[in-house]
């Protein structure tokens, strides 16, 4: 069952003097339970089709349906919404709330979706320890290793329950060890609750753990491989 | 939550928050005693000319005030004005006799106008026992006893039992003029008593103006609590014929700066709150620069912009709740200090005598300005909130995240 379908996606910046043609018209579809990589050089359009299949992006050209929901012309009100109930996000640079604990950071995100305050802390400690930081609840991002930051921001994307997980270079910022110990956290969390992760990267410890690469150059996809 | 991280972002740049604090503290302190000060000074001025000069309401013949002909009195003034004791709310009353004239020492003379006045109630109505300056109130001299003004005293070059002489126009029209010794000194800011007044016994003066037992005014002073209106009505209810007049009448002049005193505490609260915007408004627009990536983020993970809005609404709102109430305490202190021991402006105490107002203020504010002060702070702290709000909503989520 696919969770996103994109076809014919073109997006022109047109903000520039010269018009950027980010994305050439590409047709990717994500099935429920993958582990994709999309990878390929920089500015080749990985973080700008990140973006569009996540609704935090519109396309100049194409479609986007998400769980059977069409995104691509939904205004921006009802897109925020729906990113709340069904997209996660991980961002490179962690961007958690730096005045909440690790506890609220994952909190927060149910707290938007107006869970029960009982839910709210079950599911936070449960994903926390999942996650290998239990001991951290208490803790402010600026008291945590990027690693532990990064693991805190996974939490928070799984939070909500979203349909897919969209990681933008999630291991950009980390060291070896903590990109190990992340990636086997989001492998384990794919195997074990069929949470669909999506990631842009050129982090070649990604590569080697994703179960399907995409790969982008100029815009358009130049090889879809399933291991 | 939201709450919470309004309040935690308050304090994410201490520094910078306590600058606002800082500044609504001491505009909300500015404010309070700006305005107790001109209070004391309009409340003073306003109290000190009603209470021992022109009282809350005087009576009078209706031809009276035209130019003030001795024959114009009021009927039976005597028995009306024992009457008018009677009355519920009604603290006093007192009759004169009035006449202009001159008075004219060895060395100098000048216009004044001759009050006879009934000893008893009119220090009732008016306290000039209480303004005695140098000497008594009419005790010491037997026959012709006069009080005058300092600033009389000083143009006539006069002291304390020398010797006046009081010329002015009898009931039939002639000139007449009687001797008279200086018996007491009166000192008031009030110009009229301090330069323009010569109060006589009431009989003294009568008995030259030779027309009976008359009576040019009836003054009357009311407790605060009760209407001059109320007042004003029973009179001509029961008497016909008399003008009624309360102190709005007959001092314009004064109903217009009590009139000025309620819209100045808006002028004032206007003037300092739009600088205090101009505050909040550059510190959390810098809160929100600073936090675009931040903002970018909540975006993009699903809070709404109503609730991103409404959480730089509480953050500002959150520094007006922290800033007012030390404000409206240094600000209530300060004017219940100020109202024991007075401020001391004697320094200017010779312009601001010759103006009518005292050397000494008592600042006072009514408590609902404290409550329409923190309204205003409120509003202020809400309005200063908006652009910067605006601006938060107006991110655009995809280029926020990727803000250095």
């Not at chain 1, 074990?192 to 790969?215: C, L």
């Amino acid at each position: 069952m696919s969770v996103i379908k994109a076809e014919k996606i073109k997006k022109i910046y047109q903000e520039t003097a010269v018009p950027v043609h980010a994305l050439n018209g590409v047709d990717i579809t994500i099935e429920a339970g993958e582990f994709t990589a999309i990878v390929g050089p920089s500015g080749c359009g990985k973080t700008t089709l990140l973006n569009i299949l996540g609704g935090l992006d519109h396309p100049t050209e194409g479609k986007v349906v998400i769980d059977n929901t069409n995104i691509t012309d939904m205004k921006d009100s009802k897109l925020i919404d729906f990113r709340l109930q069904n997209i996660g996000f991980v961002f490179q640079a962690y961007n958690l709330i730096p005045v909440l604990t690790s506890k609220e950071n994952v909190e927060f995100i149910m707290l938007l979706q107006k869970k029960d305050k009982a839910e709210r802390d079950k599911r936070a400690m449960s994903l926390l320890e999942e996650m290998g930081i239990a001991d951290k609840a208490n803790q402010r991002p600026s008291e945590l290793s990027g690693g532990q930051q990064q693991r805190v921001a996974v939490a928070r994307a799984l939070a909500s329950k979203p349909k897919v997980i969209l990681a933008d270079e999630p291991t950009a910022n980390l060291d070896s060890k903590s990109t190990e110990n992340l990636l086997d956290m989001m492998a384990q969390l794919n195997k074990e609750e069929s949470a669909t992760f999506v990631f842009s990267t050129h982090d070649q410890r990604v590569i080697d753990k994703a179960k399907r690469i995409v790969t982008l150059e100029d815009g358009v996809i130049i090889s879809d491989v399933s291991k | 939550m939201l709450l919470k991280i309004a309040w935690k972002n308050v304090w994410r740049s201490r520094g910078r928050s306590l600058v606002v604090i800082g500044a609504i503290v001491v505009g909300v302190w500015a404010l309070l005693f700006g305005t107790g000060f001109m209070n004391g000074f309009l409340v003073g001025y306003m109290s000190n000319i009603i209470n021992n000069d022109i009282s809350n309401i005087q009576i009078h013949n209706p031809e009276f005030k035209k130019d003030f002909d001795v024959k114009y009195s009021i009927e039976n003034g005597k028995e009306k004005t024992e009457e008018i004791r009677t009355w519920e709310g009604v603290k006093g009353a007192t009759t004169r006799t009035i006449v202009s004239g001159m008075i004219s020492s060895p060395k100098k003379a000048s216009g004044v106008q001759i009050r006879g006045i009934d000893k008893e109630n009119e220090s009732i109505v008016t306290s000039l026992d209480s303004i005695i300056h140098e000497g008594t109130y009419f005790e010491g001299v037997k026959r012709n006893p006069v009080i005058i003004g300092s600033k009389l005293a000083e143009n006539l070059k006069v002291k304390l039992k020398s010797k006046v002489v009081l010329t002015f126009n009898d009931g039939e029209g002639n000139i007449t003029a009687g001797a008279f010794r200086v018996v007491g000194i009166v000192k008031s800011s009030s110009l009229a008593i301090s330069e323009m007044y010569a109060f006589v016994l009431q009989d003294d003066l009568t008995s030259l103006i030779g027309l009976g037992d008359q009576v040019h005014e009836i003054a009357v002073i009311i407790d605060p609590q009760v209407e001059e209106s109320v007042i004003i009505d029973k009179y001509k209810s029961t008497f016909n014929g008399d003008t009624a007049e309360s102190w709005r009448e007959i001092a314009p002049e004064l109903a217009m700066m009590d009139e000025m005193y309620g819209s100045m505490l808006y002028v004032l609260m206007g003037i300092i709150l739009t600088a205090l915007i101009f505050g909040i408004v550059n510190t959390m627009l810098m809160a929100v620069l600073e936090r675009i990536r931040e903002l970018g983020m909540l975006m993009a993970i699903g809070m709404n912009k109503a609730r991103v809005y409404f959480m730089i609404l509480i953050e500002t709102i959150f520094l007006g709740i922290v800033g007012a109430p030390i404000g409206l305490l240094v600000g209530w202190l300060t004017i219940k200090y100020y109202n024991v021991y007075g401020v001391d402006l004697s320094n200017y105490s010779e312009g601001l005598e010759s103006f009518g107002y005292e050397s000494i203020l008592y600042p006072y504010l009514e408590s609902n300005v404290y409550f329409i002060v923190t309204i205003g702070v409120i509003i202020t702290a809400v309005l200063g909130a908006l652009y910067p709000a605006w601006k938060a909503i107006k991110l655009n989520p995809v280029e926020a995240l990727h803000k250095i």
